[in-house]
């Protein structure tokens, strides 16, 4: 298990994480830092615990918004996967139905060749 040190509104903090994480965890550290020093400049000297609810409570929020807008996105995709297999539905029946008036001018052709040749059934 790898070891980093992260520092959050000036403190540092020693974490460990999955090996080859380390960046990724430096990264997350670095972004709630930068709302705890947004709150900070803000609100003020509130107190650490104050702070650190309110930059979860705000990292929550912008989560649920995010999550909401993936939900509708894939109410969108699955709305659009719908409609591609009903026009695909609709283009194979249109496919049949041209495939089988094709036949039957086919047919009413070979008949009309065969009385203009003279040519009988």
């Known amino acids: 298990m790898a070891q980093v040190t992260v520092n959050i509104d000036g403190k540092a903090y020693r974490m460990a994480c999955e ?9 997350l550290a670095a972004r709630f830092d930068s709302y705890i020093s947004n709150l900070r400049g803000s609100f003020g000297e509130i107190g650490d615990l104050r702070l650190t609810v309110m930059a ?3 990292i ?3 989560l649920h918004d995010l999550q909401a807008a993936v939900d509708a996105n894939a109410a969108e995709l699955a709305e659009l996967r719908r409609a591609a ?4 539905e609709n283009r194979a029946a249109e496919a049949d139905a041209l495939a089988d008036r094709l036949e039957s ?5 070979t008949t009309l060749s065969r ?6 059934k």
């Open 19 to 27: 090996e080859g994480q380390e960046d990724h965890l430096l990264d």
């Open 105 to 109: 001018l086919a047919e009413r052709i």
């Open 56 to 58: 979860g409570i705000m």
């Open 115 to 120: 009385k203009v040749s003279g040519v009988s």
């Open 60 to 62: 929550m929020d912008e």
């Open 85 to 88: 297999g009903s026009a695909d």
